[in-house]
């Protein structure tokens, strides 16, 4: 599965347990959500947004340089104040949307809402795969509170980054 190719960022996460849980958690949603190799570029970042150019991969490369870049400007300005943990940054940021491969499907050519989809927005599937998956809680939590969802947890600092780091990917391309 080129899921590599799709999100080269994988390779950033230091610790090769926790990228290769990264890389298996994009596995095991591709096959939950019952999609094939060939249709994971097709696969639309927001189905609020109608005839998007922007893929998925796409955007959660994106939202993941655009987390990376707030870690580097930490880094550059306040010094190794160890304030945001950069594997458990990239890891959350890479994997924020994985629940839309649950909450998508393909019908009749088109990418539309899955049932699971209307029962379950994509933090609430992609924190359960992530969990399920072995991942640490801390990457669970980024990705349950990277939407509207998280509005009522206090988010860790890695998680208020990923939270705007999406919105900043987001917001710029709503149609009026």
Known sequence: MKIMELLPEIQFIESENLR?????TWRRAVLLGGWEE???????????????????????RAVTLCALGVYSSYEKV????????KDILLAGALLHDVGKLLEYKKEKGKVVKSQRGKLLRHPVSGAAIAWEMGLPDEVSHIIAAHSKEGDHLRRTPEAFVVYYCDFANFEPFREE
């Open 20 to 24: 290769r849980k990264v890389l298996d």
């Open 38 to 60: 060939k249709d994971l570029e097709t696969i639309p970042f927001t189905l609020l947004i109608k005839n998007t150019p922007i893929n998925l991969f796409m955007h959660t």
């Open 78 to 85: 306040y010094g190794k104040m160890n304030l945001l943990r």
